[in-house]
């Protein structure tokens, strides 16, 4: 089988093996960005190596040719004892092999002090700005697998680097299929295992005739194949495509595979079952709509400088995209330059992956939720703007806010459909629930990356410097599970939100109770 480890474990990282991997990066661009710098420290450093054991290698060539010369000349006399009983041509001979292929040769190449050195500096490197490991490997893989699933993109296109219909000119070559169908066997992704090791098989087919070992390249192909075929339920063709092998490589290690087979019992080729909202989530992260009957008048937008004295002489733009619950889109919030700012400030805090709630209220790592964030608070100068902004706009009181949350994306990056109150389990440093979500978008998104509500039939594609608003808790205070919303996939890009949740305690005259509890409008809406 062929040797995995080539084709994704590099020499650095056999050099670092027992390095570490400072937090995560595939789950955000913006960590990523420090891998960048991570790998032109790295050809910088490769090329200085290079070229001192070239120097070396020259020197060896040198040292070797003169010693060449002078060995043939010594051999070619009539008698050698002739030669060796010249006094100046035994001391050369000895001193050669006591002094000169030692000092010159052996030490350098058994020490080999620009490996040494090499070997040291990707140490520090990895040491301070961190190494991708194997799970990052398998995190990137995950991803490309999550937006085939939810976007419906064609192996054979992402292939050939076209994505949403768009060419990227980032086309993939056989080697790099080949080790995606390998990673998603190994999670249990089977259909797409083999949906990868067939583009793999053809585009090897159609590389040039200089790839060594060709047929052993095919082997391995078929090899995986036959056992993605197998976990689906296909042990026929998982049979034949070993005997191909086998027809060919009598002694190919597809012998064992084939025997390991043999013993066990074939998958099911079970097909996949999606959660209930998936089909709607799906639909509205391509952006398409269900079909609705219009009822009313159609949602406009509006200028609206009557909410507080701050939007009399700039007012709000308001794109209202959905009324009971209320959620509107408040363009042009933020500047670029304030948009920075945060950014910087964000800077200065530790990016950690997002975790979500899991038993007992406990934060827990899920890929329903890949992304890092930090917190913000409120003193800072464009922070206080943010605090002066939300309270303006959404008539609470900060006091019960939380920090922004400043969150980013990265391969895939997403966060399944999910409440954004907690209804058990509160923090125990606010009062009450969270009332509402305020999330600006702090970045606009190439492709992919639309919020959306799978319940309410709404998305809404990032806009630089928007804000959206919605309240999680209806004026009684009970929970609205209307409000179930996501983060679609990021295709193409990078997007930066700003999460900031009001808490209810505070509140009571800010957005009072009604006289009956208005929580029936939800009801039907609960799982």
């Known amino acids: 089988m062929l040797d995995r480890h080539c084709l994704y474990v590099g020499i650095f990282q056999l050099i670092i093996l027992a390095g570490v991997a400072n937090g995560e990066f595939y789950s955000s661009v913006d960590s990523m960005q420090d891998l960048a710098q991570v790998e032109e420290e ?14 070396q290698l020259d020197f060896y060539r040198r040292y070797v040719e003169q010693i060449r010369q002078e060995h043939e000349w010594a051999t070619s ?57 194997q799970s990052e490997l398998q995190g990137a893989i995950k991803g490309l697998a999550r937006l085939q699933k939810v976007y419906n993109l064609a192996t054979s296109d992402l292939a050939d680097g076209i994505i949403g219909g768009f060419t990227y000119g980032s086309d993939l070559q056989w080697r790099e299929c080949y080790e995606i169908g390998v990673q998603l066997f190994d999670l249990g992704e089977y259909q797409r295992s083999l949906e990868w090791l067939q583009v793999a098989f053809i585009l090897l087919q159609n590389s040039p005739r200089e790839e060594k070992d060709e047929d052993h390249y095919f082997s391995d192909i078929r090899e995986y194949a036959s056992m993605a075929n197998f976990e689906l339920g296909n042990p026929k063709k998982a049979g034949r495509l070993l005997s191909q092998i086998l027809e060919s490589q009598p002694t190919h290690f597809a012998q064992q595979t084939q025997k390991y087979l043999e013993s066990r019992v074939p998958g099911k080729n079970v097909k996949e079952t999606n959660p209930s909202w998936f089909s709607n989530y799906t ?30 002489l700039a007012p709000l733009q308001v794109e209202p995209v959905h009324l009971d619950p209320d959620i509107n889109v408040y363009h042009g919030m933020l500047s670029s330059k304030q948009i920075l700012s945060i950014f910087e400030e964000a800077d200065k805090e530790e990016m950690v992956r997002s975790a979500v709630a899991g038993d007992g209220g406990k934060r827990t790592v899920r890929d329903l939720r890949v992304s890092q964030q930090t917190w913000l608070d409120y003193k800072s100068p464009v922070m206080n703007s943010v605090s002066r902004i939300i309270q303006f706009v959404s008539g609470f009181d900060m006091a019960g806010a939380e920090h922004m949350q400043v969150a980013n994306y990265g391969v895939g990056g997403q966060y399944e459909p999910h409440s954004d109150y907690f209804e058990v389990n509160l923090p125990k440093n606010f009062e009450g629930d969270r009332i509402s979500t ?17 319940k309410l039939n709404v998305f809404l594609p990032p806009v630089k410097g928007a804000l959206v608003m919605w309240h999680n808790l209806h004026r009684s205070l009970d929970v609205d599970a209307r409000t179930l919303h996501a983060g679609c996939p990021v295709i193409v890009g990078s997007k930066r939100i700003g999460n900031v949740w009001m808490h209810s305690g505070y509140q009571e005259f800010r957005r009072p109770c009604n006289l009956t509890s208005d929580s029936y409008k939800s009801l039907s809406y609960r799982d």
């Open 77 to 133: 006399q009539l008698k050698l004892d002739d030669y060796l009983g010249h006094p100046l041509h035994a001391f050369r001979l000895i001193k050669r092999l006591v002094q000169d292929w030692d000092a010159l040769i052996f030490e350098p190449i058994l020490a080999n002090n620009a490996r040494e050195e090499f070997r040291a500096f990707v140490e520090v490197l990895s040491r301070d700005l961190g190494y991708p490991d």
């Open 438 to 454: 305020s999330m600006f978008y702090l970045s606009d998104v190439e492709q992919g990356g639309y919020t959306v509500f799978t």
């Open 283 to 312: 639909r509205l992260c391509q952006g398409r709509k269900l079909a609705e009957e219009r009822s009313g008048n159609p949602l406009r937008c509006y200028l609206d400088g009557k909410r507080h004295a701050y939007f009399t």
């Open 42 to 55: 790295l050809l910088n450093a490769t090329r200085s190596y290079v070229e001192s054991q070239q120097k």
